[in-house]
C-alpha cells in the first residue's frame, strides 16, 4: 500500500508552524499536552489505515447500488464508520459533558485529514455528520440537541445537509421546496433535494438531514429561507425510532469520484407527510446553513490537498524506485538506467506536487487555527480574526481544489502510462478530486464571494488584517534571508506580489461604481488567482522560515527534510509567483472580454 499521509510534516506543520504545543495555555485546552494530540494523531492514522485505506479502490469500482429497495455499499463502509465511532471521533472537538475530549479545531482537522488521505468517499459519511452536529450545537434547542444532536456525537445516526434542487443547483434563491406549519408547532415538508451526499443508506439506524425550505407565505428570495431538521425516521419522545418520515430515495446519482459516498435525489413528503423541526429563526435558514458550508469549504479544501497529498506520495515512491533513460552528461549506452527522480523534469514535476500539497496543507491547518482563536484565544482580537478567516475561507476551499487537480496530473505524469492504469491509485485520485472544484461552490462563486463581499467587508478590514500579518512575516523573515538564498528568494517574490495585491484592489474598487456590478465582478477569477497564490507563497515563507531557524541543528533525514522546505520555498517563489502580476492586471484593467461575450457567439 502506497504511503498516504507524511506524519513528519504533519508535525512540522502543526508543532513548528502553528505551535499547537502551546494551546494547553488556554483554560479550555488546559487537560491536555503535546503528548495527548501524539496520542489522538496516531490513533487516527492506524484507524485510517486499517479501515479506511483498505477498501479506497474497492469501493471505487463498486459504487453504491439500490438492492430490493436499500441502497447497497461495500462491506468496508460500514466497518470504517464504526471503527471512527469506536474511536470517539464523532465528539472528540466537543465539550466533555457531551462526551467529547474538547479538543482544539486545528487538530481535529489533522485528525481528518487521516481519513480524507486513506478514503475520501468513506470519510464523507462522519464529516457531514460532524458538520451537521455542528450546526445543531449553535442554532439548536436544547430539545432538539437533545433528539438530534446527542446521536450524531455518540455516531448512532449520520447526517447531511440539503440544499440543492434539480433547478436550482447554487441558486438557493430559487429553491421550492415548502414547509408547512402543523398545529404542533412542527412543519410538513415538501419537495426535492439533488445532490445530497449520504443521503440513504443502511450505515444507521437514522439519518438526520438538515434541509432549507421556504415557508408558506415567506417572501422570494434568500429572505424567505429557513432551516429544517428531517429526519429519516420520525424520533419519538423517548429518543427512540419510530415510524419512516417519508424521505425518499428518487435515485442515485453516479459519480466519477467519491464513489464511496452515496450522492442522492430525495423527495419529501412523497407517499405521505414528512414532518421537519425549524431550526434556528424563520427566514434566517441561510445564514444558519453557511455556519456548516463555511465549516464543509474548509473540509472541501482539506479533503483536495490530501488527495493531491497521496498522488504526490504514491509519484515520490515511483520515481525513486522506476529506472529508466540516463543523465544527458552520460554518453556509455551500457551504463545503468539511473532512477528517473534523478531526471530535471521529474523533478520539477515532483516539486510541483510538494510546493502545492505541503503549502495547502499549511493553509488548511492554518484557517483551523483561527478558528481556535476566534473560540479561545484574546477576546480582543477575535474580531478581526472572523475578519480574517472569512477572508481567507474562499482562498481554503478554491485553491487547493484547482491546483491539487493540477498536481495530481504531474503525479500522473511522473508515472507515464503506470499513472494512468487501475494498478496503481492516482488515478483514482485525480478521479476523486475533480468533485473538489465543484463542491461547496463552484470557483466562480467563491470568486465572486472573495471580490464582491470579503475584500470590501467592514470596510476591507479584513485585508488590513492579513496584509498586517504577512508583513510580520517578511519582517521576521528579513534576517534569515541574509543568510539562506531560499528564502531571499520567497521573500522578495512576496513582497512584489503583496504590492501588487494592493494596487490592484485599489484600482478596481476605485472603479467599482463606474463600471457597474456586472463588469466589476467579470473577472473575481483573476482576484482568486491573484490573492490565493500570495496567500500560499506566504504560506511557504512561513515554511521557510521555520526549516531555516531549524537547519543549523539538524542532522540526517531531518536536515534534508528542511532542505526540501527551502528547496520547495525557492521552486514557488520562481515558477509561481510571478504569475500573479498576470492576474493583478487583468484584474485592475476591469477587462471587458467576457462580458461583452454573446451566448450567441460560441
Known sequence: MAPFLSKRDLQFQLYELLD????PSRPRFADHSREVYDDVLNLAYNVAEKYFANHAREADLNEPQVVDGKVRLVPGVQAAVDAFREAGFFSAHHDEELGGLQLPWVVMQAVQAHFQAANVGTSGYPFL???????????????????????????????????????????????????????????????SKMWISGGEHELTENIVHLVLARIRGAPA????????????YRVNPDGSVGERNNVVLAGLNHKMGYRGTTNTLLNFGEGGETVGELIGEPGRGLSAMFH?????????GMGAVMLGYAGYLASLEYARDRRQGRHASSKDPLSPPIPIIEHADVKRLLLRQKAIVEAGLSLGL????????????????????????????????????????????????????????????????????????????????????????????????????????????????LPLAEQFAEVRSIRDALEQAVQLNLNAFQTILAKQDSIGPDLFLANANSALEMLGHTVVGWMWLRQAAAAARALPDAKGDDADFYRGKLQAARFFAVYELPKVKAHAELLASADSTTHDMHGEWF
Open 20 to 23: 499547537t504545543a502551546a494551546l
Open 366 to 477: 492554518y484557517a483551523s487555527s483561527l478558528v481556535d482563536d476566534i473560540q479561545t484565544g484574546p477576546p480582543e482580537q477575535r474580531a478581526d480574526t472572523e475578519l480574517l478567516l472569512d477572508l481567507l475561507t474562499p482562498l481554503v476551499k478554491s485553491w487547493p481544489s484547482k491546483y491539487s487537480q493540477e498536481a495530481l496530473s504531474d503525479a500522473i505524469q511522473v508515472m507515464g502510462g503506470a499513472g494512468y492504469t487501475r494498478d496503481y491509485p492516482v488515478e483514482m485520485y485525480y478521479r476523486d478530486n475533480r468533485l473538489n472544484p465543484i463542491h461547496e461552490g463552484t470557483e466562480g462563486i467563491q470568486g465572486n464571494d472573495l471580490l464582491g463581499r470579503k475584500v470590501t467587508q467592514s470596510g476591507g478590514r479584513g485585508l488590513m488584517v492579513l496584509d498586517h500579518e504577512i508583513y510580520k512575516s517578511l519582517q521576521d523573515a
Open 221 to 232: 428570495g434568500v429572505k424567505g429561507i429557513s432551516l429544517f431538521i428531517v429526519p429519516r
Open 129 to 191: 455528520t460532524i458538520g451537521n452536529a455542528n450546526l445543531q450545537r449553535v442554532f439548536g434547542t436544547p430539545e432538539q440537541q437533545r433528539k438530534y444532536m446527542q446521536p450524531l456525537l455518540e455516531g448512532r445516526w449520520l447526517g447531511t445537509m440539503a440544499l440543492s434542487e434539480p433547478h436550482a443547483g447554487s441558486g438557493l434563491a430559487d429553491i421550492t421546496t415548502s414547509a408547512t406549519q402543523r398545529d404542533d408547532g412542527t412543519y410538513s415538508i415538501s419537495g
Open 292 to 300: 456548516m458550508m463555511n465549516e464543509a469549504r474548509i473540509g472541501v
